[in-house]
């Protein structure tokens, strides 16, 4: 006969904080860049020329489409993000949302748009770059 394994109170709590966390850093992350998206937008499409990762005829084009995605991100559903997202969460061991999300923004929908001429870099190198920009927006003063 088979033991069933029973989650005990303590283990029960402990898986219930650290989902708890996840939540709110998600949040957080979210907020930041509702607060920011002009800004971010900006930040984020300098970074992916001047990296040489998007090589672009309008760099304001590419800011203007990556801002339209950080604006459906924060308006989207948990279930739409997770979607989105679902072919590149395991680029990364606990990628941050907003980072994976754009990534995958730029991999699968940018990469088509009419100013862009080419993406160069791996999937990660892509994740990488963005992720810089927004260590940077979640690590400036908090209110």
Not at 67 to 74: H, I, R
Request: charged share 30%.
């Amino acid at each position: 006969m088979g033991k069933t394994f029973n989650v005990g109170h303590r283990e029960a709590k402990l898986l219930s904080k650290i989902e708890s966390s996840k939540e709110r850093e998600r949040g957080r992350a979210i907020h930041a860049v509702r607060e920011n998206i002009d800004m971010f937008s900006n930040k984020v499409s300098m970074a992916l020329v001047e990296n040489g990762i998007v090589e672009t005829l309008s760099k304001n084009a590419i800011q203007e489409q990556i801002g339209k995605s950080l604006d459906t991100l924060c308006k989207a559903e948990d279930f739409d993000i997770d979607f989105q997202i679902a072919p590149f969460r395991t680029l990364v061991q606990n990628p941050n949302v907003v980072s994976i999300y754009l990534t995958a923004f730029i991999l699968e929908k940018l990469i088509n748009h009419r100013d862009v001429v080419d993406v160069f870099g791996s999937d990660e190198d892509i994740y990488h770059c963005i992720q810089k920009e927004t260590e940077k927006l979640l690590s400036g003063p908090r209110r």
